[in-house]
């Protein structure tokens, strides 16, 4: 799964520690083992039709188990919100009713004799699932966990479609179907779904057949021949276009809403060759028989990896303009199919052990990143997702976490960001060939079975024949990362430099880290490989002509804070003779905290993130307006082939309000990239202000991104009663971000302008629906931004809206 929701804990921090100090504890006595296994699942079998009326799932399931070992002569399932009608055993053809006894939750049932290990049995139900009178808490990566979604059941709302998709993870399909709901459980499947005729359905394995029935309906029946845990069953039902791929003859097939169709193979064409860089890598061919990816409205997360069925949330939408500035949705897209080897393949015995799936579908992302765009492109991202986990105050958090306040609470930072940097170094410690040697022992020794961290251990101790439990205690078992303060000292007389590595971390733990440190001398460059394991390491080096530069952590795999205080001549000769982008980008950080002139080099950078990097920080430098500076992002602004360098060049330009530019604002708006038009949108506005609605509403009716957000601004700015059907609008379908919460404060002063009480209460509702739409546990951490937009509206509109507000905002 693919969590989209980090972010509302990383922008509130201050919030979620205070938050933490007043929880209840208990909790951290509770130890969170894997699920005892008194019976396995053997196969499911489902007949189900849908109500759309009164959004309920009639179900008729034959579920067969067995015991695990010891006999037994009752079983307990789980079964959320349900109504039970029939509950019997099969024998043959025939039914024969069991007692049970039923919480709403779960069902206990008394089999009607005792079952030893391997005998099977298979049990009969007739229910009603009723996913809209169930109340579970979701998390920050699955905002609700109903299992079973009714999208516009009833066709009330104009412009959305009607659909149905289910959501497993955590233990949200026992909703909708009896089963064992833990990850240790593994399942073969059917299912025949009954539909409205119009509508095509997706589900796991294999379409095998349909049936047009006499009433409108049609029964589709889709078989799965191999076992996977029931959080990964999948239905999806809609009036969708099907675009197909193939690899090696697989069905490839990517779901869209009709109008989406002309861009489906832009943004998933990609796959097939994904799933051969993976299988190559991992040296185990894509082990299902498709691979379908469906988009869904209103998608409580991002996207998840429902074997051979991966459901997107609306972002993965694009548009040729859109795409302009590179697929944005390529390394969620990668992350979903890593999945169906870590996570469908090999699953979680347990959510304490979710970094066996997260950390691996977070880590699919570098590697695609590295074969597909790059190495500098690959480190960019895996920067950013170590500041994501550095900034989510994790630090207490352990990897594989045995006691949690809840099963949601796994999917944070730690088991996806840390985790995956976690496996960038144990890549680097090994080595290519044995960590994916490693990766395809732990596949293939485990595969269709549950696996945990300790596996993947045996895994790599069995390949490397080395001892890698201090790399576990430290890294999976254990919490936390090192701070490092680094100082430099030469002693030109004796010919030896001296390297003082300090862990400034709080507390007693000090970090094992196996580096390579390189040491330059002209054009030569000498490594040495060494292990940091001391509060203090000191490290020499002989030289006959001092350094020019000793760069601690050559590699840059360090998941780690560092104080590095080379001087200014060490960073000059770094950016130019150190090829590794954090190498360039600590660099070009260094200059810009010092105002040299030197940072002006990342212009001329080979890698786009570092020119843009680089014409960020000059425009907070005294060098901002530097005639040669100008002139050279004036060059990148009409001639730079990479969409964001150019917007990111004229962005820089439009700060400077320097007229002689408007040429290329001219000529940038109307350019294919939503990013360049809208920064060559800003730049019009700013030199003929009065003109400005004018050309927003100009450029309003083909909006999304960074031009969607120079119009917004604009019209939120200047805009009159007639434009609040575009606003609310954008408002409405802007995705679920703190980039939204930004926009909310802006929307509330457009609010606060309007005479129609009616649209202004509208607009209320699109607020106080999006505050709704954050999951409980971060809600408050941005309520105080939520209430203080209401309250300028309150103010401006006085006590019929304060009291609209109060009653609406709870």
Not at 134 to 157: H, M
Not at 277 to 305: C, H, N, T
Not at 767 to 780: D, K, S, T, V, Y
Request: aromatic residues 14%; glycine residues 6%; charged residues 25%.
């Amino acid at each position: 799964m693919k969590r989209i929701l980090m972010l509302f804990s990383i922008a509130a921090l201050p919030f979620c520690v205070i938050a933490q100090k007043a929880e209840n504890n208990d909790w951290k006595r509770i130890f969170r083992e894997s699920y005892p296994r008194t019976n396995d699942l053997v196969h499911t079998k489902l007949d189900v039709r849908f109500d759309y009326d009164k959004s309920y799932l009639y179900g008729k399931e034959w579920l067969t188990l067995q015991p695990h070992f010891y006999a037994t002569d009752s079983v307990l399932l789980d079964a959320k919100g349900m109504e039970i009608k029939e509950v019997a055993i099969m024998k043959g053809a025939t039914k024969t009713p069991l007692k049970y006894s039923y919480d709403g939750m779960q069902i206990n049932i008394k089999l009607d004799k005792t079952y030893k290990a391997n005998e099977k049995y298979t049990l009969y139900f007739d229910y009603v699932s009723k996913p809209n009178e169930i109340e579970v808490a979701g998390s920050a990566a699955i905002t609700d966990a109903k299992g079973l979604y009714f999208i516009n059941p009833k066709g009330e709302e104009k412009n959305k479609p009607t659909q149905i998709w289910t959501q497993g993870e955590t233990e949200a399909n026992s909703v909708w179907m009896v089963t064992i709901d833990k990850p240790n459980q593994k399942s073969t499947e059917e299912i025949t779904m009954t539909v409205p005729a119009k509508y095509v359905t997706l589900s796991n394995g294999l379409l095998i057949s349909k049936k047009v029935n006499t009433d409108g309906t049609r029964s589709d029946y889709w078989k799965m021949d191999l076992p996977h845990a029931p959080y990964l069953f999948f239905m999806g039902v809609g009036d969708f276009a099907i675009t197909k791929d193939t690899y090696k003859g697989k069905e490839v097939s990517y779901y869209t809403e009709k109008s989406q169709e002309p861009f489906a193979r832009k943004v998933f064409g990609n796959t097939p060759e994904m799933m051969k860089f993976f299988s190559e890598k991992l040296g185990v061919e894509f082990p299902w028989q498709k691979y379908a990816q469906i988009v869904g409205r209103d998608y409580v997360s991002g996207a998840m990896e429902n074997t051979t069925a991966t459901l997107h949330q609306e972002s993965a939408y694009q548009n040729n303009r859109q795409l302009a500035d590179g697929n944005a949705w390529e390394e969620t897209i990668a992350h979903e199919l890593f999945h169906q080897w870590f996570g469908d393949y090999v699953t979680a015995e347990s959510w304490s052990n979710l970094t066996v799936n997260e950390s691996f579908a977070n880590y699919s992302e570098y590697l695609w990143d590295e074969y597909k765009y790059g190495k500098d492109f690959a480190d960019d991202h895996n920067f950013d997702d170590m500041q994501g986990y550095i900034s989510s105050g994790s630090e207490s958090k352990d990897l594989v976490r045995y006691r949690y306040a809840d099963k949601e609470d796994m999917f944070d930072a730690v088991s996806y960001n840390k985790g995956g940097r976690i496996l960038h170094m144990l890549r680097n410690y090994v080595g290519d060939d044995a960590f994916f040697k490693s990766l395809n022992n732990y596949l293939t020794t485990n595969k269709f079975k549950a696996g945990e961290a300790a596996q993947l251990r045996l895994a790599f101790e069995e390949v490397t024949g080395k001892d890698m439990n201090w790399f576990w205690n430290q890294w999976y078992y254990g919490s936390g990362h090192p701070k490092l303060k680094i100082d430099y000292s030469y002693d030109d007389a004796a010919g030896k430099a001296m390297v003082t590595v300090a862990q400034t971390q709080k507390g007693d733990k000090i970090f094992k880290l196996p580096i390579a440190v390189d040491v330059y001398s002209g054009t030569d460059k000498k490594r040495y490989n060494v292990v940091l394991e001391n509060k203090i390491d000191t490290l020499y080096f002989n030289y006959s002509k001092r350094p020019d530069l000793i760069n601690v952590d050559g590699d840059k795999i360090l998941l780690a804070e560092k104080t590095d205080n080379k001087t200014e001549e060490n960073f000059i000769y770094q950016i130019k003779n150190a090829k590794n982008y954090l190498d360039r980008k600590e660099a070009i950080d260094f200059f810009a905290k010092k105002s040299m002139p030197e940072l002006a080099k990342g212009l001329y950078d080979k890698y786009s993130g570092i020119k843009i990097l680089t014409i960020q920080k000059l425009g907070a430098s005294s060098y901002k307006n530097d005639a040669v500076v100008l002139e050279e992002i004036a060059s990148l602004a009409t001639k730079s082939i990479d969409k964001k360098v150019k917007a990111a060049a004229i962005n820089y330009l439009v700060k400077n309000g320097d007229a002689k530019y408007l040429s290329i604002y001219q000529s940038g708006v109307n350019d294919s990239s939503y990013s360049v038009a809208g920064a060559a949108l800003k730049g019009l506005v700013a030199l003929d202000a009065n003109n400005a609605y004018t050309l927003a509403k100009k450029f309003s009716s083909d909006a999304k991104g960074a031009l969607g957000a120079a119009v917004n601004d604009v019209l939120i700015n200047n805009g009159t009663e007639a434009d609040f059907d575009y606003l609310n609008t954008k408002f409405e379908d802007a995705p679920l971000s703190f980039e939204k919460i930004q926009l909310t404060n802006k929307y509330a002063d457009y609010l606060a302008k309007l005479n129609d009480l009616t649209k202004v209460k509208k607009g209320i509702d699109a607020i106080i629906n999006f505050r709704n739409g954050i999951p409980e546990q971060f809600r408050g951490n941005v309520d105080g931004s939520f209430k203080a937009a209401l309250a300028k509206i309150s103010k401006a509109k006085g006590a019929e809206i304060e009291a609209y507000i109060n009653a609406a905002f709870k």
